[in-house]
């Protein structure tokens, strides 16, 4: 999707920065500013503002597309009401420890989860944007992170070649996936978040319990780096995405291919 042509903001807003809803869509752009697009009209309804952040280097809906946060080039997370453009809150602590630009909602919304520099993944309150949780552990940049289903757990994703569940409550280890050759790019919980499913530099895709952290397939079929995995909606097939070109299926039971385009 893209915003090119049709409507403008002041800079060209970079296209993996536009969200959409049913309604409305936001992106980003280097001018400073997000702006929530009329999706039906095309006309800007609002425009998400920070006067002392500079450009705006990517923007992420809330599930309930009522609110969304944006990142700014230095580093700061600001969550703001779509409706009104009102300033919600500000991510604690991201004016010295910037977020780079892998961040998530939980599932209720009540969470948001951002990688910051030296593996290190934070945890902040949505409502009143207090950090509450610390995460630390990976040896390198981490590239991506995503709630379970259930808001209990969290996956981090790393170049260290890893990915790791944490339990929000600290009620047990994290659980170290381990078996990638490369940098893992993205992972994805089940529907029912009892598998895990990661993408990675090295050719590969991998399923694993999340339970116990045992590898259960590995998705052979890319020639290059997969840098997308995601469940479908009835977690029986994953599809993955990758640098060669190719969209796979495959099924979640055997890890067998079932369709590449």
Known sequence: MSLEGTIGCDEKPKGKSIYSTPLACISASLDGTAKVWCAKSGKCKKTLSSETDGMVCSVKLSPTGLSALTLCLSGRG?????DTGKLLCSLS???TDPVNEEVAFSADGCWIAGALDEGVVRVWNAKTGEA????????DIVSFVCFSPDGRLLLSASLDNTACIWAMDGSSPRRVLMGHLG?????DFSPDGLTVATASEDGT???WSTASGQCLHTLRGHSKTVNAVRFSPHGQVIATASVDGFLC???VETGTEKLCI
Request: net charge negative.
């Open 249 to 251: 299926t495959w099924y």
């Open 183 to 187: 940098a893992v790019k993205a992972a």
């Open 132 to 139: 509450e949780h610390t995460f630390a552990g990976h040896d």
């Open 93 to 95: 602590g991201t004016d």
């Open 78 to 82: 600001l969550l703001y009401d779509i």
């Open 205 to 207: 895709a991998m399923l």
